[in-house]
């Protein structure tokens, strides 16, 4: 069965860094997402992605935050320069067009920025 | 208030006990969807039922939608081990090119063997 997958499964960085993370959705899939998950909190909804560009945004995605699809296959995320409350497990989420809205999530990659 | 609250917050069972966990949340939907996950893991999509339906099944799941009332129910019946995890349940807003999931906080089910 077609799965998300993400890499790495972790990533440390230092504070200021740059950092991107990558995602496979599934391949007839059209629709994309980015969530987050700090430690111990609610999972939470960063951005979503649909015909090469950002439907939708959340407060947490700031100037610091972008998306792109680079290929037919890739959907990154980048932080442009993190900060130590950037650490959380970040998720990939992805679906099929209309009528269908199950979004399926990748095993999500763990950012430690020290 | 904040969209999405599972209740209740942990839940403890023997295996082969049916487990029910509810959800209620404040705005309009266009469906509901159920997730677990394991400790540490990724979110694995349970069932989702729509804000037309009023039940769905899938294997030993059951979910109920009360859309007057605000609230979901997810019904796991004959419970095994292999259940333990958190379930969380997210809103689904908007269609098309919108829709984003809003989680609530989780529930925590223990099945002891």
């Known amino acids: 069965e077609p799965e998300v997958t993400q890499t790495p499964s972790h990533q440390v960085t230092q504070m200021g860094q740059e950092v991107i993370l990558r995602c496979v959705p599934i391949?007839?899939?059209?629709?994309f997402y980015w969530y987050r998950q700090i430690l111990g909190q609610k999972v939470e909804f960063l951005v979503s992605f649909y015909n090469n560009e950002i439907s939708e945004k959340s407060e947490i995605f700031d100037d610091q935050f972008s998306v792109e699809r680079p290929d037919g296959s890739n959907f990154t995320l980048k932080i442009r320069s993190t900060k130590l409350e950037d650490s959380a497990m970040y998720f990939c989420a992805s679906r099929r067009d209309r009528p269908n809205y199950e979004q399926y999530f990748g095993p999500g990659t763990r950012l430690t920025v020290t | 208030s904040q969209q999405g609250e599972e209740d209740p917050q942990a839940l403890s069972i023997q295996e082969g006990e049916n487990a029910t966990m509810n959800c209620s949340y404040k705005t309009s939907i266009n469906n509901l969807q159920w997730y677990r996950q394991n400790s540490g893991r990724g979110l694995v999509h349970l069932i989702l039922?729509?804000?037309?339906?009023r039940e769905k099944h899938s294997g030993r799941l059951r979910v109920t939608l009360d859309t007057s009332k605000k609230s979901s129910s997810l019904l796991i019946t004959a419970s095994r081990a292999a259940d333990t995890a958190s379930y969380f349940c997210a809103t689904d807003p908007n269609t098309g090119a919108n829709s984003k999931l809003t989680f609530g906080k989780g529930i925590t089910l223990s099945v002891r063997p």
């Open positions: 391949s007839n899939h059209l629709y």
């Open positions: 039922i729509r804000s037309n339906e």
